[in-house]
């Protein structure tokens, strides 16, 4: 998978985990494959055949988990998010993401083992909170503020008003 002239892909920054968390990702998500693994050369300034950059795809998006050091680290200034279109999805997604040291967060955030933010959300919150009736809007976005996980059924529940 060349990503020459190909629109954009995220460049994810590890520090030597690179390869692992790309196979990490494409174990859990859907229309997921590892493209091409760059390992560096004698000219470094990693050690020779070892892995410097690794293509893959996620859910349909394309990637590049760089081997670029310790100096960056991820925070949660940037996110990914995905849409949910049941609480099964909702369930496999936060399991899976917050396993072997993810963190779960307020209001379907969380951190992957790697420090990787993500929010997992119900396809149909974002109508609910900006429905034109502001109660409706009001009650669903209380509810989903009082969360970790989000609970697609409680959500619903606060839209109709029970």
Same mark, same amino acid.
Request: aromatic share 12%; with cysteine.
């Given at each position: ?17 690179? %390869? =692992?968390?790309? @196979? *990490? ?5 859907? /229309? ?55 609480? %099964? =999805?909702?369930? @496999? *997604? ?5 396993? /072997? ?62």
């Amino acid at each position: 998978m060349s990503s020459a002239g190909r629109g954009f892909n995220t460049c994810l920054w590890f520090d030597g985990q690179a %390869e =692992e968390a790309a @196979h *990490y990702y494409v174990s859990i998500f859907k /229309n997921s494959t590892i493209g091409r693994i760059g390992r560096y050369t004698e000219a470094g300034p990693g050690p020779a055949g070892s892995v410097i950059a690794v293509d893959f795809v996620a859910n349909g998006q394309k990637f590049v988990a760089l081997n670029g050091g310790p100096q960056f680290t991820f925070n949660e200034s940037i996110s990914f998010q995905i849409y949910c279109e049941s609480q %099964e =999805e909702i369930d @496999h *997604y936060w399991t899976k993401l917050t396993e /072997n040291g993810g963190e779960p967060g307020p209001c379907g955030w969380l951190k992957d083992k790697y420090g990787v933010s993500w929010q997992v959300v119900p396809a149909k919150l974002i109508d609910m909170i900006g429905d034109p009736d502001a109660e409706k809007a009001a009650r669903t976005t209380r509810a989903m503020l009082a969360m970790r996980k989000l609970d697609i059924a409680a959500l619903e529940r606060a839209y109709a008003g029970e």
